[in-house]
């Protein structure tokens, strides 16, 4: 089963939302380790809870929730990540509800090589989609479901898998000399499973729904993680 990396929940709303410094001080109780401004609409927070980083992001007509272990770099569990954020969604002091959600996991194998990272995705891939003599690859695909929550929501579920490199940039600091030299780590390959299971853009979600909503979502997507590219077709 892939390592997740990072879970992210994403709430839509219709009216104006509070900075992400405000957002975040209602759903946590520790003190914010950073805030900022990416550009003039959107705010930024990040909120270490236990063993865990909350990145917080207000853009107009959005709030971004995203997990990330900084102890580990992986989560091991969707439903955990999801509950450590849905357990105090509650606590929002908003005037509106959200009216779209979206789940997004972002999951890897660990490759050898470049070749390697290729079988793996081949494994999941019919010859249809990968044929045999593809050396490269960066699919997406949405396959929509019907909630069996709500009636009448559709449900996006969207999967990318890819071969990708990521090189890991070390810094060192030197308290004496006031400098801080940077080193880069040899280049690890996986293969990237990332997974976008949302409400319909179409659709909207009826008062009450957003926790049910938000559960089903959370099976989803540990069904696909756990199934791989194949679980669209099941």
Known sequence: MPQIESVQLALFFKDSIPNADEIAKQLFDEELAQYGRVNPVTTVAMVPVGDNIVHVQVSPGRVDLVVNSSVTGTLNNVKIAVDFISGRIERLKLTNSPWRIALIVNAFDIAKNLQEAIELGRQQLTDAVLPPSGADFD???????????????????????RPLGVMNLLLTADAIQANISTSQSPTEMRLVHQLDVNTDADDKLTDGNLLPVLDELVGIASFLIDKGYQGLMQ
């Open 139 to 161: 699919i997406k695909i949405n396959v929509p479901n019907q909630s069996k929550v709500q009636k009448g929501l559709t449900i996006n579920r969207l999967y990318q898998l």
